[in-house]
């Protein structure tokens, strides 16, 4: 059973930090990518940031420059550092990773069940 693990969410004024965590665990499939979504009520699920196996990193444009995505691909963890954090950054945070077969073939999603930030004064 695969098990997505987050912490590090919570309340924080503008312009503050806040790093989120994500322990993986439960699977014998080698993971191909790492990443963090968030989803504000009535809204998709949008990607944050992800790091695939090899390093290559994709972020969001209004994230760029603020936020910082790091993974132990030994330990299959994946933090996601926010700084300068807005209003517009609130949502429920979900830790994502892709995983498969020699992590090319039969590629799965699998989802944490989410952590709450809160930017607000």
């Known amino acids: 059973q695969v098990q997505l693990v987050e ?3 919570g309340l924080v004024q503008p312009g503050g930090s806040l790093r989120l965590s994500c322990v993986i665990s439960g699977t014998d499939r080698s993971i191909n990518t790492m990443g ?3 989803q504000v009520p009535g809204e998709q699920r949008d990607m944050v940031a992800t790091i695939s196996s090899g390093g290559l990193i994709d972020y969001k444009d209004s994230v760029k420059d603020r936020f910082i995505i790091s993974s132990d691909n030994a ?6 550092q926010m700084n300068s954090l807005k209003p517009e950054d609130t ?3 979900y830790c994502y990773c892709l995983a498969g077969l020699y992590g090319k073939y039969h590629l799965r999603a699998y989802w944490g069940q989410g952590t709450q930030v809160t930017v607000s004064s």
């Open 7 to 9: 912490s590090g969410g």
């Open 36 to 38: 963090w979504y968030r």
């Open 75 to 80: 330990k299959n963890t994946v933090h996601l």
């Open 91 to 93: 949502a429920v945070y």
